[in-house]
């Protein structure tokens, strides 16, 4: 693919009087590791939002896939959307199935309502779950009850999810904000690591910003809405990262 995954061009979100995202333009070209990063609030959930297809601009244009997704048909933006996968931060795993029915979500997108049902009940594409299950380290939890799992494997569950959907683009939402400190490097080599083996495209926010240097090829700083800097990872000194979490009078 030539063109950007990606491409936004002065885009804005407003809810009500606050405004989330302001005069945003960036691209995000295929085979990327992108780190958004910046204080709470920055605006970095609400720009990954916008690259899944799942929140309009309130001003500006977006484009995914080549495609302005305020075009399009229902049918159609959700052929786009089955190429955008995303890992959430809470998981969004249904705690009491198990785990094969909880990978096989990934399917959705692309099942009839009809198979989705039988799958329930009769566990569908075994084999693509235990591959996925296998690629994240945890092949012998297929049929584990979900809510057993400590959080680290609810994340490669999660991750398993994305892997089945078989996106173009992986999008995860502070991913390792719900696992400990030492399973943090393990989730985020995973996703580097799937990245390159399968030739996917990664868009990640931080908080935990040596992860960001040390597992993305550029970074993105938003504070308040406004992207304060868009340069590769080695070009961000700490001086740019200590301006962009500093507390104002005016915020404190």
């Known amino acids: ?20 995202l302001s005069e945003v333009s960036l691209q995000v070209k295929a085979g990327e590791r992108v780190a958004l990063i910046g204080p ?15 929140l309009a601009p309130s001003e500006g244009q977006v484009r995914l896939l080549g495609e302005d997704p305020t075009r399009l048909s229902v ?11 995303t890992v959430y ?17 990934g399917h959705l997108g692309r ?10 009940i009769v566990p569908l594409e075994r084999q693509s779950a235990a591959r996925a299950l296998a690629d994240v380290g945890i092949a012998d939890k297929l049929y584990a009850r979900t809510d057993t799992l400590s959080g680290g494997q ?14 173009v683009v992986i999008l995860a939402d502070e991913p390792i904000s719900s696992v400990d400190p030492e399973r943090s490097r ?7 690591e799937l990245c390159d083996r399968f030739n996917k495209t990664l868009v990640v926010s931080l908080h935990a910003i040596e992860y960001a240097y040390s597992h993305c090829e550029r970074m993105i700083g938003l504070r308040a809405g406004h ?17 962009l979490y500093r507390i104002r009078k005016a915020e404190a």
């Open 75 to 85: 049918r159609a933006l959700r052929r786009i959307q089955r190429q955008i996968g």
């Open 40 to 54: 709470s609030g920055a605006g970095k959930s609400t720009l990954l939002s916008l690259l899944n297809g799942s």
């Open 111 to 120: 099942w009839s309502l009809a198979r989705a049902m039988l799958s329930l």
């Open 227 to 243: 992207v304060m800097f868009d340069l590769p990872a080695g070009q961000v000194t700490p001086g740019m990262v200590e301006a």
């Open 186 to 192: 393990e989730i985020m080599t995973l996703l580097r």
């Open 154 to 167: 609810q994340q490669r569950v999660a991750i398993a999810r994305v892997l089945v959907q078989d996106p």
């Open 89 to 105: 931060q809470q998981f969004h795993l249904v705690p009491n199935l198990s785990v094969i029915h909880n990978v096989n979500a």
């Open 1 to 20: 693919m030539t063109d950007p995954i990606f491409e936004l061009h002065k885009v804005t979100v407003r809810y009500g009087s606050f405004t989330a």
